[in-house]
């Protein structure tokens, strides 16, 4: 079981940056692949990045590859989101996700998630 609180969202021009923050209950998280999803007004929520377990590997999506980075510290329970160059098109509700074992790309795999944090990227 792990509880899952995300932070760090706000309100940004386009080209800023923003460092998402989530943090996790529970003396397993280093037995949890860590991801985040983002879902804007009237979309599907959508696979962001992900990071293995130990955080030797990590995934993006083709939107945010090379603007974003996904990292983790385990000793301290936690993983971020560095968002560089946003864009308008960011704009969302960004939630982090837990699941076991492998990097999963399917938000439908994750058993774990937080409450959201909103971000938004003004023209």
């Known amino acids: 079981q792990v509880q899952l609180v995300e932070s760090g969202g706000g309100l940004v021009q386009a080209g800023g940056s923003l460092r998402l923050s989530c943090a996790a209950s529970g003396r397993t998280f280093n037995s949890y692949v860590m991801a985040w999803f983002r879902q804007a007004p009237g979309k599907e929520r959508e696979f962001v990045a992900a990071?293995?377990?130990?955080?030797?590997?990590?995934h993006y999506a083709d939107s945010v590859k090379g603007r974003f980075t996904i990292s983790r510290d385990n000793a301290k329970n936690t993983v971020y989101l560095q968002m560089n160059s946003l864009k308008p098109e960011d704009t969302a509700v960004y939630y982090c996700a837990a699941r076991p074992y492998v990097i999963n790309t399917d938000r439908t795999t994750y058993g774990y998630w937080g409450q959201g944090t909103q971000v938004t990227v003004s023209s």
């Open positions: 990071i293995s377990r130990n955080g030797a590997s990590t």
